[in-house]
């Protein structure tokens, strides 16, 4: 069960769009579209973002998209804003019916 | 509006055992599976147990497999995990958190558990 692999931290200005990756293995996220995301503000409890791979729940703004190829998956955030500025974790279903999470990207907004 | 509220959190001493509770309200807790989750200081998330809506299925991380149980109370609305033979490595704030399509939807604001001597 090792953590999926994210970049450590990213970085963008207000209004351009950053891309982070989450690479896993044939076991969990190539195996399933099961891969969610979360943002965490300091001090805050998780926050899902995308789920199922492309979906939003219901209050999340579409600048926030998921996507997938092979083993690794990306969450795209457009239109950078200040308050996007947190550490974001992506999350995969596996074939062990288990749960494994990424090592968490800090996103600073220049 | 969905809450979760975990408690039971505390400073314990390695080797002994500590239960966190989680208490859910604002929707149907015995119709939704659960998880526990946590969090080191400064560092990123970890799940570590899921148990099925009618407690039937568990599953466990690799790290807390053989000491962790993950137990529900549907009638009271409440998860559990009781926690034995703590190591200073488990010193975290542990979530609970509801499963939706596979994902940890809602989360609690954490209880924190420090292990240490």
């Known amino acids: ?3 999926l692999t994210q970049p450590a931290s990213v ?3 207000p209004g351009q769009s950053i891309t982070i990756s989450c690479t896993g293995t044939k076991s969990d996220v190539g195996a399933y579209n099961y891969v969610s995301w979360y943002q965490q ?9 995308i789920y199922e791979l492309t979906n939003r729940p219901s209050g999340v703004p579409d600048r926030f998209s998921g996507s997938k190829s092979g083993n690794t998956a990306s969450l795209t955030i457009s239109g950078l804003q200040a ?7 992506c999350c995969s279903f596996t074939t062990a019916n ?4 990424g090592g968490g990207t800090k996103l600073a907004v220049l | 509006q969905v809450q979760l509220v975990e408690s039971g959190g505390a400073v314990v001493q390695p080797e002994r055992s500590l239960r966190l509770s989680c208490v859910g309200s604002g929707f149907s807790f015995r119709s939704y599976a659960m998880h526990w ?30 000491r962790f149980t993950i137990s529900r109370e549907n009638s009271a609305n409440t998860l559990f ?5 703590l190591r200073p490595e488990d010193t975290a704030i542990y979530y609970c958190a ?6 940890l939807n809602y989360w609690g604001p954490g209880t924190l558990v420090t292990v240490s001597s």
Request: hydrophobic fraction near 25%; avoid cysteine.
């Open chain 1, 11 to 13: 970085s963008g200005s």
């Open chain 2, 37 to 66: 989750g946590r969090q080191a200081p400064g560092k990123g998330l970890e799940w570590i147990a899921f148990i099925s809506y009618d407690g039937r299925e568990k599953y466990y991380s690799d790290s807390v497999k053989g």
């Open chain 2, 81 to 85: 995990l009781q926690m034995n033979s």
């Open chain 2, 98 to 103: 509801r499963d939706d399509v596979y994902s």
């Open chain 1, 98 to 101: 288990t749960r494994v999470f």
């Open chain 1, 83 to 89: 308050e996007d500025e947190a550490d974001y974790y």
């Open chain 1, 1 to 3: 069960q090792s953590a």
């Open chain 1, 41 to 49: 503000h300091p001090g805050k409890a998780p926050k899902l973002l």
